[in-house]
């Protein structure tokens, strides 16, 4: 049987509509999921029966995206599915994928690129695949984590603790990448855009020898200023997760100044460049990337920071087709080969 990429993608539209249409309806209290607690496969509720076929879309989606890619650049690219233990406590596997380029040289070490996505509940998209094949083109491997928080890949990952087991995810996600027998593990460098620059730059912070380079494109910075502009609900959803009990910033301060980037710069040894845009209305650029590059310039960081003005596709202008988009990327790759030379 031959598929196209025009059907998969509508195949994909299709999922992503029905998604959508579930959870819109899904109005009832939300079924919790937990790995200890699995989604009931035997619901007779509206919210479960809703809560499970939002689950299974989800794992469609990710087949399709997964044959999507490798329509368009499996000539090139390898992807590999991946399962890498976290380091935290509770022990889960954490879904992933390599990209290596399709032929590799036996003995040959190639740098290696952690690459961050971002979101609640997103995963790897298509809007993804021309940085991936890049980077691959460019004579790196890649490792992409799809964290816990992250959608495609069961109940348990969907769980999020916003900011702790998706950190001690990309943090493991890193260790798996350099203890691959083609990595070099002291040429290895870190991405992440919006949430998943939040994650790299705490691993910079809490792996200072780790990474021989990093980029920042739009990272989430300071959770208390995140918490300050987001809608009720969604300042509840994340007050909700695990690691903040229930409360919110005024009674729990603490533990958001714990996730934030923002207040432990002092802390990061890695050169890092900070791409960002005025506009951005997702995490703007005044609380959260000035703020970090005032920091890293008080500090003494090695370190580049360029704003664009009001780019084309505002928080997510980096996956744009545009001169400031080109800009950024043509950027990101100097600034690894500088420090990474593949």
Request: charged share 25%.
């Amino acid at each position: 049987m031959k598929f196209s990429i025009v059907g998969i993608q509508g195949s994909l539209r299709c999922l992503l509509a029905l998604a959508g249409a579930v959870a819109a309806i899904a109005q009832q209290p939300a079924v919790e999921v937990s790995p200890e607690n699995h989604l009931d496969r035997e619901a007779k509720d509206t919210a479960g029966q809703l809560a499970l076929m939002l689950q299974e879309v989800y794992l469609l989606k990710t087949e399709v995206i997964i044959t999507n890619f490798r329509l368009e650049y499996g000539d090139r690219v390898r992807m590999k599915r991946v399962l890498f233990p976290t380091n935290a406590p509770e022990r889960e596997a954490i879904p992933g994928y390599l990209f290596t380029p399709k032929d590799m040289p036996a003995g040959k070490k190639y740098p290696g690129l952690v690459v961050v996505h971002g979101g609640n509940h997103t995963q790897l998209s298509a809007s993804w695949f021309p940085l991936i094949e890049e980077a691959v083109r460019h004579g790196y491997v890649v490792i992409f984590p799809e964290y816990r928080g992250s959608s495609g890949h069961g109940e348990s990952i969907y769980q999020n603790n916003y900011g702790v087991s998706d950190f001690a995810d990309v943090r493991s996600s890193a260790a798996y990448l350099a203890a691959q027998p083609f990595v070099d593990p002291d040429r290895m460098g870190i991405f992440g855009h919006s949430r998943g620059g939040m994650l790299s730059m705490r691993t910079l912070q809490e792996e200072p020898k780790r990474f021989k380079a990093a980029v920042d494109v739009a990272g989430l910075k300071d959770m208390v200023a995140f918490m300050s502009y987001k809608t009720d609900a969604r300042r509840q959803q994340i007050a909700d997760d695990p690691h903040y009990g229930g409360k919110l910033p005024n009674r729990n301060l603490a533990a958001y100044i714990e996730v934030s980037p923002a207040f432990f710069v002092e802390k990061i040894e890695t050169p890092v460049l900070v791409l960002s845009t005025t506009g951005d209305t997702v995490v703007p650029y005044q609380l959260h990337n000035k703020r970090f590059v005032e920091a890293l310039k008080a500090y003494g960081k090695t370190h580049e920071a360029v704003l664009y003005d009001n780019a084309i596709g505002d928080h997510s202008f980096i996956f744009s087709d545009n001169p400031d988009a080109h800009d950024a990327r043509r950027r990101i790759f100097e600034w690894f080969g500088k420090y990474l030379k593949p």
